[in-house]
């Protein structure tokens, strides 16, 4: 017999917000092209989703998780929620028709995946995009009818990964135009964890919501109820998520891919705070001379410990994140002599380095270079 996939788990947290778009989508006052920003993992997918299916529900009290629009749209099945996502390029895929079967395929076989798999870990290291086939499909569907009702909803999850040089100047017109004036009955809700990446002529289209993280205690007591993790690890996973239950969910895994950024990124730091060039150099050569969108989330856990130094600095112990690594934080804070205006200019640093890892960049340049202004920006003057 097989089993029914797991049902995702109630969305959490944001109330106010919900209540919010709620009444807004109850009078259709909500603009058809938003936004929907915030940090990683912090759900902005998942509000993606709850607004379409609210929208779409049957019921007077909407969703009511109970009609047939919110059983289909629960399993990711509603033939009027379009979810796009960063997918990595097709291999062996040699014309713009066969990108666009394949991409659509593994489409296909990811929301199988997240179906089977409701609780994931945010983030991995694939290198991936939102090509000119996905766009192109999405410019197709949307001035197709609905297939239930008067509207369809299409999430474009992970925007800043739309790549710009992929498409030609008309498919990026194409979906300019359809963000500002969409097809009737057609809907787009984007979402983004870093939306200074975005096109200003798409953020221009759009209003704007930002998804603020949850508290720590809502998500380790998420933690504990929907894996069974216990207390002490769900709130361990929950302070180093900051509030994201996508990434808590990967610091649950103590071999997984945060686990392994966590180290590496400690192993960078180490490297540009300790006066041994010949140490940054090395770090960056074990990097490969390929694939720079992988290191995103090595940047932003880079950008955490290098924030825990700013409070070590000061001592506010309380607020670093990797207390279990307190104490080389504040030595090493105390041997630089750090003071906040240099802590804001290396996190700035490698927030440069992070958009620049959204281009065609070699990852070894790259790191180097970070670890290079690091090692000037941290280490005081002689």
């Given at each position: 017999?097989?089993?029914?996939?797991?049902?995702?788990?109630?969305?959490?947290?944001?109330?106010?917000?919900?209540?919010s778009?709620?009444?807004?989508?109850?009078?259709?006052?909500?603009p058809?092209?938003v936004?929907?920003h915030?940090?990683?993992?912090?759900?902005?997918q998942?509000?993606a989703?709850?607004?379409a299916?609210?929208?779409l529900?049957?019921?007077?009290?909407?969703?009511?998780?109970?009609?047939?629009?919110?059983r289909?749209?629960?399993?990711?099945?509603?033939p009027?929620?379009?979810?796009?996502f960063?997918?990595?390029?097709p291999?062996?895929?040699?014309?713009?028709?066969?990108?666009?079967?394949?991409?659509?395929?593994?489409?296909?076989?990811?929301?199988?995946?997240f179906?089977?798999?409701?609780?994931?870990?945010e983030?991995?290291?694939?290198?991936?995009?939102i090509?000119?086939?996905?766009?192109?499909?999405?410019?197709?569907?949307?001035?197709?009818?609905p297939a239930?009702?008067?509207?369809?909803?299409?999430?474009i999850?992970?925007?800043?990964?739309l790549?710009?040089?992929?498409?030609?100047?008309?498919?990026?017109?194409?979906l300019?135009?359809?963000l500002?004036?969409?097809?009737d009955?057609s809907?787009f809700?984007?979402?983004?964890?870093?939306?200074?990446?975005?096109l200003?002529?798409i953020?221009?289209r759009?209003?704007?919501?930002?998804?603020?993280?949850?508290?720590?205690?809502?998500?380790a007591?998420?933690?504990?109820?929907?894996?069974?993790?216990?207390?002490a690890?769900?709130?361990?996973a929950?302070?180093?998520?900051?509030?994201s239950?996508?990434?808590?969910l990967?610091?649950?895994?103590?071999e997984?891919?945060?686990?392994?950024?966590?180290?590496?990124?400690?192993e960078?730091?180490?490297a540009?705070?300790?006066?041994?060039?010949?140490?940054?150099?090395?770090?960056?050569?074990?990097?490969?001379?390929?694939g720079?969108?992988?290191?995103?989330?090595?940047f932003a856990a880079l950008?955490?410990?290098?924030r825990?130094?700013?409070?070590?600095?000061?001592?506010?112990?309380?607020?670093?994140?990797?207390?279990?690594?307190?104490?080389?934080?504040?030595?090493?804070?105390?041997?630089l002599?750090?003071?906040?205006?240099?802590?804001?200019?290396?996190?700035d640093r490698?927030?440069?380095?992070r958009m620049?890892?959204?281009?065609?960049?070699?990852?070894?340049?790259?790191?180097?270079?970070?670890?290079?202004e690091?090692?000037?920006?941290?280490?005081?003057?002689?």
């Open positions: 017999m097989i089993r029914p996939p797991p049902p995702p788990p109630a969305f959490r947290g944001h109330r106010a917000l919900r209540a778009l709620h009444r807004a989508l109850s009078r259709g006052t909500l058809a092209t936004l929907v915030g940090m990683p993992g912090c759900g902005k998942s509000l989703l709850w607004m299916r609210t929208a529900c049957a019921a007077d009290t909407r969703p009511c998780d109970h009609c047939n629009s919110c289909l749209a629960l399993r990711l099945e509603h009027d929620i379009h979810w796009y960063p997918l990595p390029r291999k062996r895929a040699s014309t713009p028709g066969k990108r666009a079967e394949a991409l659509e395929e593994a489409r296909h076989d990811r929301l199988a995946e179906r089977r798999q409701p609780l994931r870990p983030g991995d290291t694939d290198v991936k995009g090509y000119l086939a996905a766009v192109l499909s999405i410019r197709a569907r949307a001035h197709k009818r239930m009702g008067s509207q369809q909803f299409f999430i999850g992970d925007a800043e990964y790549v710009p040089q992929e498409a030609s100047p008309e498919a990026a017109n194409a300019l135009k359809l500002e004036e969409p097809p009955g809907r809700i984007l979402t983004s964890g870093r939306p200074g990446s975005l200003d002529t953020r221009s759009t209003l704007p919501l930002h998804l603020p993280p949850l508290p720590v205690e809502e998500v007591a998420f933690l504990e109820e929907e894996c069974g993790a216990d207390p690890t769900a709130a361990e929950a302070t180093r998520s900051q509030g239950i996508g990434t808590a990967g610091h649950l895994d103590g997984g891919v945060h686990a392994a950024e966590r180290a590496r990124s400690l960078l730091l180490r540009a705070v300790e006066g041994k060039r010949a140490d940054a150099y090395r770090a960056a050569l074990a990097f490969g001379p390929g720079a969108r992988g290191l995103l989330g090595l950008q955490l410990w290098i825990d130094l700013g409070a070590a600095a000061l001592g506010r112990d309380d607020r670093v994140v990797n207390a279990d690594e307190l104490r080389f934080l504040k030595q090493t804070a105390r041997r002599q750090l003071t906040p205006d240099r802590v804001a200019t290396a996190v490698v927030e440069a380095a620049l890892a959204l281009g065609n960049v070699n990852p070894q340049l790259l790191i180097s270079g970070v670890l290079l690091l090692e000037e920006t941290l280490t005081p003057a002689a």
